[in-house]
């Protein structure tokens, strides 16, 4: 039987440099263990400043897992190399679109869409790209994908098709956030 698996990554971005392990990094540590109970969720705490894991319920952090969403700023940046980093609107009418929010996000901009995690959107960039697109952004920031080619639906981290270790994926989003 396949597991679900669900991936919360969590961000400390502090104005001031925080001491490993500090009360802050453990409270939140806690309310993560507190309120992601059940073992199908599995979860990375990461201090973006020292890189360090705070706190982690993951056991193969080295096994390729699917991570859904977690790939559109990537597919984002794709796309927007090849289009000099303009970046279209889009009405996004939700399930018609094949958006996860049934009723959709209205007009939405980059921004927005990636706070939203807007679907629709992403599949209307991906839709704009293929694999040959995505390679270099993908391996400039260290994710595998296995070079399989992807349609837009699996661009955006769909269907579970593009799967990447966790330790990648962190690695990925402490340099997209460093740059």
């Not at 080295?62 to 969403?69: C, D, F, N, R, T």
């Not at 996000?105 to 807007?118: E, F, K, L, N, R």
């Not at 959107?121 to 994908?145: T, V």
């Amino acid at each position: 039987m396949n597991r679900c698996f669900q991936l919360v990554l969590v961000w400390i971005l502090a104005a001031l440099p925080l001491p490993a392990a500090s009360l802050y990094d453990q409270s939140i540590a806690r309310v993560l263990a507190e309120h992601y109970e059940s073992r199908d969720v599995s979860y990375i705490l990461v201090d973006s400043n020292t890189h360090s894991v705070i706190a982690s319920r993951w056991d193969r952090m080295a096994e390729p897992v699917p991570v859904g969403s977690l790939v559109k700023p990537f597919v984002a940046l794709a796309y927007g190399q090849k289009h000099d980093f303009r970046y279209p609107g889009y009405f996004c009418r939700g399930s018609a679109d094949g958006c996860w929010l049934a009723h959709g996000h209205g007009q939405v901009d980059i921004s927005a869409a990636i706070a939203y995690s807007c679907n629709a959107y992403f599949l209307n960039l991906a839709s704009q790209l293929d694999s040959d697109d995505l390679d270099p952004i993908a391996r400039g920031y260290g994710l595998s994908w296995g070079r399989t080619p992807l349609d837009a639906t699996e661009m955006i981290g769909l269907g579970g098709a593009w799967r990447v270790a966790p330790a990648e994926l962190i690695r990925a989003y402490l340099s997209l956030a460093a740059r």
